[in-house]
């Protein structure tokens, strides 16, 4: 889905260029907190894996509205270390946004996901009257 808002700084205006010309996938190959994503269709459904290690199911939310599909997470650790000589403390932040456009063949009510070994899987189901049908035999009287 491509951006609304425009950042045109110093260090981003090349990738905004080709933005402007190709599209956001382009762009996805330099932005590296992107989580590289494949997308697949069976006859049944569509389905997205979404390669984000480090992070924990719960820091995910999946969200659809209308027919927008957004993927999201954020997940902040803090850690401290007290001695008698020194005070140590490191933060570490990870967040993505990864927004896709569903097709109306979609069932969006029966979207499901699963995170499991740093890969979200999410499975988006077809509308019946959207699956391949078998040939029917019409007899001939």
Do not use: Q
Not at 41 to 67: C, M, Q, S, W, Y
């Amino acid at each position: 889905m491509k951006t609304l808002v425009r950042n045109y700084d110093n260090l981003n205006s090349f990738p905004a260029l080709f933005n402007e010309f190709f599209g956001e996938p382009v762009v996805a190959k330099w932005n590296k907190n992107l989580p590289a994503a494949n997308i697949k269709e069976t006859e049944d459904n569509f389905g997205i894996e979404l390669v984000a290690p480090g992070f924990k199911k719960e820091a995910f939310k999946v969200e659809v509205h209308e027919r927008n599909l957004t993927i999201s997470a954020e997940e902040k650790t803090e850690s401290e270390e007290k001695t008698e000589t020194f005070l140590r403390k490191e933060y570490s932040f990870g967040s993505f946004t990864r927004s896709f456009r569903l097709p109306n063949t979609v069932d969006s009510d029966k979207i499901e996901a699963a995170y499991e070994d740093g890969v979200l899987h999410v499975t988006i189901p077809k509308k019946e009257e959207a699956k391949p049908k078998e040939p029917k035999l019409i007899s001939i009287n």
